[in-house]
């Protein structure tokens, strides 16, 4: 079964910092998808970065860029340059390819503070 | 494009009541997925349909709970009996095939007293 592992349950940073934050997924397919969502005080969840897991290249997009460690199942999302609206809730989450079309499954959610 | 539209925003039931939510998705996206975020459980799948059929519904409990996408324009989730641990922010999100990165609505917000 898939599971998606994310241990840090706050993270607070001062502004301009770069920030990481750690996740780690089970699964038995050999191919899957790997998100990372945010959602703002608004409760709006948005999309932010993805890495497929046959990709070896680290995804990178604006500010957030991605560590993928493919042998220990990890998928760490690291912000840069980090601003005070880079406060939310990171969720990480992952998608199998071939379990007959299972859906995407969220991780806890890791909350990130930054300050002035 | 008005993004995945759900409504209501915010609905109250007494226990033991009926409640469906509704959802519109993004047009064009053949994927529709239902959610349930609350505070000790996280984020948690409940279903999804592509091309209005049920691919998965693995997470929906399995009693009182139902959901169904009658045309590709939207999908509804009802709740029959409500009961105060149903409360919950229910969201629904779409893609374009299923394995794209998701579009969150708003949500609605059920509050079950």
């Known amino acids: 079964a898939q599971k998606v592992t994310q241990t840090q349950t706050s993270i607070s940073v001062m502004e301009k910092t770069t920030v990481t934050m750690d996740c780690v997924y089970e699964t038995q397919d050999s191919s899957y998808f790997l998100f990372w969502y945010k959602q703002t005080a608004s409760g709006e969840i948005v999309f932010l970065i993805r890495?497929?897991?046959?990709?070896?290249e680290n995804a990178t997009v604006g500010h957030y860029s991605l560590n993928f460690q493919k042998p220990k199942s990890s998928i760490g999302l690291i912000i840069t340059a980090t601003q005070i609206e880079d406060s939310a809730v990171y969720f990480c989450?992952?998608?199998?390819?071939?379990?007959?079309?299972?859906?995407?499954?969220f991780g806890t959610g890791t909350t990130v503070s930054v300050s002035p | 494009n008005a993004g995945v539209i759900q409504t209501p925003r915010h609905k109250v039931t007494g226990k033991g009541q009926e409640a469906t939510l509704w959802c519109e998705p993004i047009?064009?996206?053949?994927?529709v997925f239902w959610y349930r975020q609350t505070i000790v459980q996280g984020l948690e799948f409940l279903t999804y349909f592509r091309n209005q059929a049920p691919i998965d519904d693995s997470g929906m409990p399995k009693e009182r709970f139902s959901a169904q996408m009658p045309n590709q324009s939207h999908s509804t989730l009802k709740i029959q009996s409500t009961q105060p641990q149903d409360s919950a922010v229910y969201l629904c999100?779409?893609?374009?095939?299923?394995?794209?990165?998701?579009?969150f609505g708003h949500g609605t917000k059920l509050s079950v007293l």
């Open positions: 999100a779409s893609s374009p095939t299923g394995f794209e990165r998701l579009f």
């Open positions: 890495q497929d897991s046959y990709k070896k």
């Open positions: 989450a992952m998608r199998e390819e071939y379990q007959g079309g299972r859906a995407l499954i």
């Open positions: 047009s064009g996206h053949s994927a």
